[in-house]
């Protein structure tokens, strides 16, 4: 009885040594692939960094805010709608509601006007 013990602890210590040698070796392999392609994946990173950094001053150094969009039809638009808000509360001074129409396209203008110009 005392040897059927001793021989299921060898057997349980030889699987463990096993998976250790399969470990180092997996280890060894890892080790052996990154020193051959490090520098490559290296270089591969520091070109996309660079390029990426180009790009995001401008080319010159320093950073460049985009351009604003353009919101002249956006600002015409609300030109008019103003002007014949002002022209209809002239033509009809202390009654606003009569200008109701003129109102909402002001404010729509208006809105549409903040769309453009914020960010």
């Known amino acids: 009885m005392h040897s059927s013990i001793s021989r299921e602890k ?6 463990l040594v ?3 040698l399969i470990l180092v ?9 990154l020193m ?3 520098p490559v994946i290296g270089n591969v990173f520091s070109q996309i960094n660079s390029s990426l950094s180009f790009v995001s001053t401008g080319g010159g150094g320093e950073v ?3 351009p604003p969009p353009d919101c002249s039809a956006e600002q015409a638009a609300f030109n008019a709608a103003l002007a014949a808000y ?3 509360m002239a033509a009809n001074p202390g009654e606003p509601h009569h200008c109701v129409a003129e109102q909402n396209a ?4 208006n809105a549409v006007l903040e769309a453009c110009t914020l960010p």
């Open 36 to 38: 051959i392609l490090g």
């Open 106 to 109: 002001l404010d729509h203008a």
């Open 10 to 15: 060898h057997k349980r210590g030889q699987g």
């Open 64 to 66: 460049v805010p985009p």
């Open 86 to 88: 002002n022209a209809c």
């Open 18 to 20: 096993e998976y250790a």
């Open 25 to 33: 070796l997996v280890a060894l392999v890892v080790i052996a692939a």
